[in-house]
T-cell receptor, first 112, second 115 residues
């Protein structure tokens, strides 16, 4: 069974540009989460989807971040326009009905 | 206040010895879950072990065990017979309550296993 996949693995963009990160959860997992780790800090929750609905988006830093999960399968996280402080590693995780979240390899975003 | 505290930024252990990575948590919920993840240099987060707040016995998974002390709010990870491949970052995480299931993470412990 394939794990959680994320694309791209790395992205380097300039301040003011737009970047879209993609996450493909484990097949059949209704729950999908986005997290972020900025340099030297804890991994922080961004938002949680149940199927295509946003269950909790309390961790989204501001309205420059837009997450979607059309059809309840893969999810995208768009940052527009990107700022320097958005640099970090963005993790996606998915979960079935059990407690454990399974994480993808992350996308390392660098904003110059 | 920090929900999860990992006080050891870095640790060394000799190959084949056991090592304990500390984790304390803060919650007023009765129902919660505690997790440990390993992040090798390649970057992926690998699930290691889970302990539910109502579980009376400490969780074990192969060489990993979780020393759960509820009254002290600690959930230390014990790795027995360390191997070179255990060198990695280790994160403790907590799921609080049942409604949202979002995780709170500690800052991580970098473990280095010496040959």
């Amino acid at each position: 069974e394939a794990g959680v996949t994320q694309f791209p693995s790395h992205s380097v963009i300039e301040k003011g540009q737009t970047v879209t990160l993609r996450c493909d959860p484990i097949s059949g997992h209704d729950n999908l989460y986005w997290y972020r780790r900025v340099m030297g800090k804890e991994i922080k929750f961004l938002l949680h989807f149940v199927k295509e609905s946003k269950q909790d988006e309390s961790g989204m830093p501001n309205n420059r971040f837009l997450a979607e999960r059309t059809g309840g399968t893969y999810s995208t996280l768009k940052v527009q326009p990107a700022e320097l402080e958005d640099s970090g590693v963005y993790f996606c995780a998915s979960r079935s009905s059990t407690d454990t979240q399974y994480f993808g390899p992350g996308t390392r975003l660098t904003v110059l | 206040a920090q929900k999860i505290t990992q006080t050891q930024p870095g640790m060394f252990v000799q190959e084949k010895e056991a090592v304990t990575l500390d984790c304390t948590y803060d919650t007023s919920d009765q129902s919660y879950g505690l997790f440990w993840y390993k992040q090798p240099s390649s970057g992926e987060m690998i699930f290691l072990i889970y302990q539910g707040s109502y579980d009376e016995q400490n969780a074990t998974e192969g060489r990993y065990s979780l020393n759960f002390q509820k009254a002290r709010k600690s959930a230390n990870l014990v790795i027995s017979a360390s191997q070179l491949g255990d060198s990695a970052m280790y994160f403790c995480a907590m799921r609080e309550g049942w409604r949202f299931n979002k995780f709170y993470f500690g800052s991580g412990t970098k473990l280095n296993v010496k040959p």
